[in-house]
């Protein structure tokens, strides 16, 4: 299975409440990334969370790191019906060499509705 | 807006057929990313491109290939194409690494 894997597939909540995305991966890593992504549009860029760091706010966005259980959440305080979009965790092997050097590899993602 | 752009933003074709998607990265990235996202497979890597050169190779088939030219701007050339080809298709660039992506707003291929 895919490296970064994220839970639940999709979560629906009402406006004004928090939303906790979570991913799983498999090997080392260097950092982690979560990318949201609207309906058939580009990704977007949310946060960065290095492998030395435990936890990281930007925002009404929390993430938070544990390289010991391969995990990470996001958490979204205070929803909006405009976070509604599809949330992305990915992971990078530092180990990698050869033509896997610098991949990233994207989970299947979170489906977030808010309803207003 | 990431900065990055791809043209076209549609595309239609017939199985068979040969397509070449454009991507320009943002200003100072050197970095070139594509990717394929279908509702079964999700986001794949396809590969990337540093500074001119190949740098990391994913689920790319045969009849793909790509490259990145000195101005840094690429082209993904899909040929021999079939249904199952039919998806988004993203660019993203950035410095390299293990680093930020930043996402082009992709092109959708339809082959009929």
């Known amino acids: 299975s895919q490296q970064g894997e994220e839970d639940p597939q999709a979560l629906s909540i009402q406006e004004g409440e928090n939303a906790t995305m979570n991913c799983s991966y498999k090997?080392?890593?260097?950092?982690l990334q979560w990318y949201r992504q609207n309906s058939g549009r580009g990704l977007v860029h949310l946060i960065l969370?290095?492998?030395?760091?435990r936890e990281k706010h930007s925002g009404r966005l929390r993430v938070t790191l544990d390289t010991s259980k391969k995990s990470s959440s996001l958490l979204i305080t205070a929803s909006r019906a405009a976070d509604t979009a599809s949330y992305f965790c990915?992971?990078?092997?530092?180990?990698?060499?050869?033509?896997?050097?610098?991949?990233?590899?994207f989970g299947q993602g979170t489906i977030l509705t808010v309803h207003p | 807006d990431s900065g990055v752009t791809q043209t076209p933003k549609h595309l239609i074709t017939a199985t068979g057929q040969r397509v070449t998607l454009r991507c320009s990265p943002r200003?100072?990235?050197?970095?070139v990313y594509w990717y394929q996202q279908s509702l079964d497979q999700g986001l794949q890597f396809l590969i990337h491109?540093?500074?001119?050169?190949?740098?990391a190779k994913g689920n790319i088939l045969e009849r793909f290939s790509a490259q990145q030219f000195p101005d840094l701007h690429s082209e993904l050339n899909l040929s021999s194409l079939e249904l199952g080809d039919s998806a988004l298709y993203f660019c993203?660039?950035?410095?390299?690494?293990?680093?930020?992506?930043?996402f082009g707003p992709g092109t959708r291929l339809t082959v009929l």
């Open positions: 090997t080392s890593i260097n950092n």
């Open positions: 200003s100072g990235d050197l970095s």
């Open positions: 990915a992971t990078g092997d530092p180990n990698a060499g050869g033509t896997s050097y610098g991949k990233l590899t």
């Open positions: 969370i290095r492998s030395n760091e």
């Open positions: 993203a660039s950035g410095a390299g690494g293990l680093r930020t992506q930043y």
């Open positions: 491109y540093y500074n001119g050169e190949e740098r």
